[in-house]
């Protein structure tokens, strides 16, 4: 069955550090991924995706992404936070049709100034 | 721009209530979700819809039902709500996709339920 891992429930960094989120996958087929990212009080808002093509992947705010098909990985990136990086962070990878998502039970990042 | 809009932020409601949550989506999309979310488990699909009139289970139905009678409205039922049903509910819809995957999800804001 399909599952998403996120290994860190609360991550801390300093603002201007740089910034790993770990992702692992269990999926049988090629996987489609999704990192999404939910501000306070807010709904979810999508980063970046990798469907194929180049393993890495780019996307807003800073983000980037790598696609590791042999460590089943899809961890996510940014070389330097901001402040306002601060929120929830869910990788989700694709179920079966309809565009079905599992999802990870997120990490909380955590900036101090 | 793309839009989701859901129609409470906050609901407080009593035990043994039937609960209507409404979610509304601008961009003519077939296929919509109802999730919770609840700290330390993501977000667990309850039930979607792939077009007017149909509906699947997900993993979570219990307690629940959905109905889904125009294309843009997506309705969550909580057929007579619980303390355990107290959580944070987001509706989402997204495009079927090629063979039905690959495309994102769009999200509402969220409705934060609490049950007493």
């Known amino acids: 069955a399909q599952s998403v891992t996120q290994p860190d429930i609360h991550i801390t960094v300093s603002e201007g550090a740089s910034l790993e989120l770990r992702c692992n996958y269990s999926y049988g087929a090629t996987p489609y991924l999704f990192w999404y990212v939910q501000s306070p009080g807010q709904g979810l808002q999508l980063l970046l995706k990798?469907?194929?093509?180049?393993?890495l992947v780019q996307g807003i705010k800073g983000f980037e992404a790598e696609f590791k098909r042999s460590q089943s990985s899809f961890n996510l990136r940014k070389p330097s936070v901001h402040w306002s990086d601060a929120a929830e962070y869910f990788c989700a990878v694709t179920r079966g049709g309809y565009n079905k998502l599992i999802f990870g039970a997120g990490t909380r990042l955590a900036v101090h100034p | 721009d793309v839009k989701v809009t859901q129609s409470s932020r906050y609901l407080v409601k009593r035990t043994g209530e039937k609960v209507f949550l409404e979610c509304v989506q601008d961009?003519?999309?077939?296929?919509m979700f109802w999730y919770r979310q609840d700290p330390g488990l993501g977000l667990r699909l309850i039930y979607f819809?792939?077009?007017?009139?149909?509906?699947e289970k997900g993993d979570i139905p219990e307690g629940y039902s959905v109905s889904r009678e125009k294309k843009e409205r997506f309705s969550l039922i909580l057929e007579s709500a619980s303390t355990n049903q107290t959580s944070m509910y987001l509706c989402?819809?997204?495009?079927?996709?090629?063979?039905?995957?690959?495309?994102?999800?769009?999200f509402g804001p969220g409705t934060r339920l609490t049950v007493t």
């Open positions: 961009m003519d999309h077939e296929n």
């Open positions: 990798y469907f194929s093509g180049d393993t």
């Open positions: 819809s792939y077009d007017v009139k149909m509906k």
């Open positions: 989402a819809s997204s495009s079927p996709g090629l063979a039905g995957i690959g495309y994102e999800q769009y």
